[in-house]
């Protein structure tokens, strides 16, 4: 896996490691300028947050801004 804050792939997503008491929302509003862009969290996390409410560790991927 790439270092944290390290762009990866053809489109240069993040790779980002939950912290306690951080939110999707939360990382939506500082990488998209917008909380609305919760979704595209989830949608390019689908499958590591289907086992329930994401918790700190947690890595996800942080796709660009469309």
């Known amino acids: 896996m790439p ?5 990866f792939g053809p ?3 993040l790779f980002h490691a939950l912290q306690p008491g ?4 939360a990382l939506a509003a500082r990488h998209y300028g917008d909380p ?3 979704r ?3 949608e ?4 590591v947050l ?5 918790g700190p560790g947690l890595v996800l991927r942080i796709p660009p801004k469309p």
């Not at 270092?3 to 762009?7: C, M, S, V």
């Not at 951080?22 to 929302?25: D, G, K, M, R, V």
């Open 50 to 54: 289907a086992g329930g409410a994401p």
């Open 36 to 38: 609305g862009g919760e």
């Open 11 to 13: 489109a240069g997503s």
């Open 22 to 25: 951080e939110t999707l929302a």
């Open 44 to 47: 390019a996390n689908a499958p």
């Open 40 to 42: 595209r969290l989830q």
């Open 3 to 7: 270092e944290a804050g390290t762009r």
